[in-house]
């Protein structure tokens, strides 16, 4: 069982940044793949980035490349969301997600364990 718990959402203006975390409980934390999704009202959940049990592997949308940065600290049992250049269609409930595969994952039904979400409002 892995519980995890997100931080670090807020209220941006556009261009700015900010920085997601999620801490994984557990000991098995360094064998799980991981991923963010969001959801906007109304819409249905979205990748947004995932990452390799090692990090060294990452995959984003087009909709974010470039502009987000996954990474993951194994020792902290901590993965980050680094996002800039934020856009008013960037708000929405941002949520962590383990998978037991250990590599990356782009599909939501991939992933075995979801955080609670961190709300992201980025305002024009």
């Known amino acids: 069982q892995v519980q995890l718990v997100e931080s670090g959402g807020g209220l941006v203006q556009a261009g700015g940044s900010l920085r997601l975390s999620c801490a994984a409980s557990g000991r098995t934390f360094s064998s799980y793949g991981m991923g963010w999704f969001r959801q906007a009202p109304g819409k249905e959940r979205e990748f947004v980035a995932t990452i390799n049990w090692s990090g060294f592997s990452t995959y984003y949308p087009d909709s974010v490349k470039g502009r987000f940065t996954i990474s993951r600290d194994n020792a902290k049992n901590t993965v980050y969301l680094q996002m800039n250049s934020l856009k008013p269609e960037d708000t929405a409930v941002y949520y962590c997600?383990?998978?037991?595969?250990?590599?990356?994952?782009?599909?939501?039904?991939?992933?075995?364990?979801w955080g609670q979400g961190t709300q992201v409002t980025v305002s024009s």
């Open positions: 997600a383990a998978a037991k595969y250990s590599g990356i994952n782009y599909y939501y039904t991939a992933y075995n364990y």
